[in-house]
């Protein structure tokens, strides 16, 4: 377990040492720490994240708490062999496996990962059946004040989504959709005042040589922004476009202010003040002003 503990800790970004037990010098049979001592028999250890007289190891942890409090958490579950769901994952639909599946298909089509479906269905392979019920981890949105809109005639998920420059999967997350189906005079909560932000919704024909010259930019800085490792883009897709010194940015799974701010190379401090911030906490999808003019 406390070799799990670390590899997750690792993976926050926090250098790791290494695991060690410190027996007490004059009885070796018991543990050094008098708290692992007087714990019976029980499994136990402790945990360091960092420490407080290293100024960087203390940024760090201000930054990151709770994703290392997680680290702990989805180490624990995975030693106990019992299913990990991240805080921003609900279960929320089933899909029915299909002739031709696979995991990556599947997660393609769903817009999730292999890693996410395995851990959510308690999967040890990635070996599936045809008629095989899996649960679907989508991904609560936080898009902050809302409107509502009513459903017109000739209305798509599509046209809306695109109108108030969401995707499509944002939308239906947004209203507990399962289906594309809309009907006339069916009402929708959108994002409040998010239409006019540096989003653009990829369109039929685009490329990413076509949008960043139609908005000044560079191939290079839309593949930045939006964290893209190809020049592939689909069809719904959201896209962040940066404006001359200001720049939108959408909150990831991960994400914390530390790494937003060091990706962009500013402060967490400017990241607070220009939005208004009064705590390091973030939610997936809210939308950040990472520069200004």
Do not use: W
Not at 157 to 173: G, H, M, P, Q, R
Not at 224 to 246: D, F, W
């Amino acid at each position: 377990m406390a070799n799990s503990i670390l590899k997750n800790i690792g993976n926050t970004g926090q250098k790791t040492r290494r695991v060690y037990q410190k027996r007490l010098p004059s009885d070796s049979s018991k543990d050094y720490y008098y708290m692992l001592r007087d714990t019976g028999n029980t499994e136990s250890l402790i945990v360091e994240y960092g420490f407080i007289d290293n100024s960087n190891d203390l940024s760090f942890l201000k930054d990151n708490y709770k994703d290392l409090a997680e680290s702990v958490i989805k180490a624990i579950l995975e030693y106990k062999k019992i299913p990990y769901y991240p805080p921003e994952t609900v279960v929320t639909d089933t899909y029915k496996v299909q002739s031709g599946d696979t995991l990556y298909s599947i997660a393609k089509k769903l817009d999730t990962t292999v890693n996410e479906l395995k851990e959510i269905n308690n999967l040890s392979s990635n070996l599936l059946s045809i008629g095989q019920i899996l649960k679907i981890p989508t991904k609560n949105v936080d898009v902050g004040e809302t409107d509502v809109y009513q459903v017109k005639k000739g209305d798509t998920l599509y046209s809306i989504a695109k109108k108030y420059n969401i995707s499509v999967d944002e939308l239906k997350t947004i209203n507990k959709l399962t289906s594309n189906s809309l009907s006339i005079g069916q009402l929708l909560n959108v994002p409040s005042g998010l239409s006019s932000v540096n989003s653009y919704i990829v369109s039929n024909g685009d490329t990413l040589y076509s949008i960043a010259k139609k908005f000044d930019t560079t191939i290079g800085e839309l593949k930045e922004i939006n964290n893209l490792s190809s020049n592939m883009i689909t069809v719904g897709q959201k896209l962040i476009i940066p404006l001359g010194e200001e720049t939108i940015y959408v909150v990831q799974s991960g994400d914390t202010l530390y790494g937003i701010a060091k990706k962009f190379n500013t402060t967490i401090e400017d990241l607070k003040k220009l939005n208004g911030l009064n705590n390091d906490i973030l939610s997936v999808g809210k939308i950040l002003i990472v520069k200004a003019v």
